[in-house]
C-alpha cells in the first residue's frame, strides 16, 4: 500500500542527488520548499473550517488534541507548547500527543506509530470529552497510533481532523474535515521530515495563531497575552505597551507592574484611564482588548 503513496514515490528531480554538488542539492531543496505554499494555499477553506472548529472548542472549555508520530508528532509539540508563552494561555489548552511519549521526541521510537492501541490508550488517558477537537497529523493519511486516536475520539462524540500529505487519505472516512497538502514526492524519496513535515507545521502554525487571534490574544498585531517568563519577554511586553500607546517604556514598565505584569491589562488601564479594578472587570466580560476599551469609553 505504502508504494502507492505519493509522499514515498521517487522525486524525478533528484534522482542523481548524491552526484550533484553541495550548492546544487541546497538550491533543489530550495526549490522543492519553495512549492509548499502552494499546497496550503489550495487547503485554505478547509484550513478555515478547522480554526472555527478549534475557537468552538475552546469557547466551550474544550482542548485541541494533536495527534501525530515520528516527525508529524514532533512538529505538534513545539506548536502546542510555544501557544502558552505567545499567547497566555494555560498548558494543555493545545495538547499534544505523540506516539512513544515524551521520549519519541527526543529518540528515533517510529515503531510505536504501528500501534493503532496506543492512540487509543493515549486518548484515554487524557480523558478525551466531547468537547475536545482532535486533530490528527500523518503524512502517509493512514498511520494506525493516528486511526486509533481519531477512532476513540469519534466514539468519544469529538470532532475531528486530519492534516496529511496524499490525496484521498485513508483515515478520510473518521475525519469531519481532511487538509490534504500534497507536497509530492520528497527529496530523499520517502523523507517526510522535509516537506511533508514543513507544511504540517506551516498550518499548524496558521490554525494555533489564527485561533488565538480570534479568541482575543491580540491587539492589532501585538501579542498583548504573552506570559512574562524570563527577562526577553519582560522587554517584549514594555515594547508592546509603548508603542500601543505612545508612552515612554519607563512609565510603561511602571503600568505593567501595577497590571500584575499583565500586558494586555496594563494597556487598558492606560488607553481608557481606568483604575486597574474596573478594567479587570471589562476584561472578564470581554478578553478582546479593543471591544473592552469600548465598553470602558462608552
Known sequence: MLDNLETEKSNPKTQNLDGMDIYEILRIINQEDSTIALSIT?????????VVNCISAIKNHGRIIYVGAGTSGRV???????????????????????????????EATEHVEDYEEGGKKDLEKNKVRSEDYVIGITASGRTPYV?????????KGCKTALICNVKNPELMEISDIVVSLRTGPEVISGSTRMKAGT??????????????????????????????????????????ISEVTGLDKKTCKEY?????????????????????????EALKKNEVLSEALKTLKN
Open 256 to 280: 505593567l507592574i501595577k497590571a500584575d505584569m499583565k500586558p494586555k491589562l496594563a494597556i487598558l488601564m492606560i488607553l481608557s484611564g481606568k483604575d486597574k479594578e474596573f478594567c479587570i
Open 147 to 155: 486511526k486509533g486516536a481519531l477512532s476513540k475520539a469519534k466514539e
Open 42 to 50: 489550495e487547503n485554505l477553506e478547509n484550513i478555515k473550517d478547522v
Open 199 to 240: 507544511a504540517q507545521k506551516m498550518v499548524l502554525n496558521m490554525i494555533s495563531t489564527v485561533t488565538m487571534i480570534k479568541l482575543g490574544k491580540t491587539f492589532k498585531n501585538y501579542m498583548v497575552d504573552v506570559k512574562i517568563m524570563n527577562q526577553k519577554l519582560e522587554e517584549r511586553a514594555v515594547r508592546i
Open 76 to 106: 505538534a509539540v513545539v506548536d502546542a507548547v510555544e501557544t502558552v508563552p505567545t499567547f497566555g494561555i494555560d498548558s494543555g489548552i493545545f495538547l499534544p500527543l505523540i506516539a512513544g511519549g515524551e521520549k519519541a521526541f527526543f
